[in-house]
C-alpha cells in the first residue's frame, strides 16, 4: 500500500523497543522472559510495516550503554538476536521483500554473532522492500564520534579541506548513510527520551511516547501512532 507514504509522507520510522523488563517484572518473571517475548513483537511488527508498505524500520535493540545490564541479562539478549537470525534463515523464502541491515559497532559481538550479521545482511542484500535496520550496540554518540574520526583522518591525509565539512558530509559517515531521516520516532513504555537513539537523524522527527510496554506492543497501537503522527504539522523552521 502506498496510501501510507502518499498519505502521510512518511518513509521512516525509528522504534525504542523499551518495556522489557518491566512486562516481565509484573508477571513476577526473570528479564529475559521480557526480552523473549519483545522478539515476537519485533517480528510482527516487521511484518505488519513492510505490509503497510514502509520503506525504513530502524529498531533499537541494544544501546551501547546496554553493556552496563548483569552479564546474563546481556547474555540472553545475544541469545535472543542469534536464534533471530538462525530463523530468518530457516525461514527465508523468495517472496521476502524484507532488507536486514544492522547499524552500530558489531565489531564488539561475538565472532558466531558478527559472522550470522554478515550473513543475513549479505542474504537480503538485494531485496527491495522494507530495509530493517536493526540498532545493535549501537550509541547516537558513539556514531558521531566515528564520524568526526573519519573525516578528521581525511583531512590528515589532505583529502579534505576542514574548511569544506558540512552536514551533508558528516551524514554521510553515518550508519543511516544514504537513508532519508526518521519521520517518526516511538516509543513505548511510558518513558519519554531518546537515550541516545539517532540523536542526529532525530532533528526533525516527530515523536509519539506511548504507555504500552513493547512486548504488549500490536500493529494496533502503531496504527494509532500513525493517527498522531498524522495530525502533526511538521514546519522545519518555517512558517
Ligand atoms: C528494552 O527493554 C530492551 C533493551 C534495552 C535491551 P528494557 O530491558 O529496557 O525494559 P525496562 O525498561 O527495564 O522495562
Ligand atoms: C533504550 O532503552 C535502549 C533500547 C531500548 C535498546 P533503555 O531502557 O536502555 O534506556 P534508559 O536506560 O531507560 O534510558
Ligand atoms: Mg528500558
Redesign the pocket.
Known sequence: MDNMRAGLGLQHIGIIM?????WAKKRGLPRKYGHREGAKTFRRIVEYCDKLGLRYLTVYAFSTENWKRPEDEVNSIMQLLEQYIDEAFERQDENDTVRTRFIGDVSALSETLKEKIARIEQMSQGRTGMTVNVAFNYGGRDELVRAARQLAIQAQQGKLDPQQINEQMLSDHLYTSGQPDPDLIIRP?G?ERL?NFLIWQAAYSEFVFMDVLWPDFTPAHLDQALEIFSRRNRRYGQV
Open positions: 523499551d518495556g522489557n523488563g518491566r513504555s518513558e537515550s
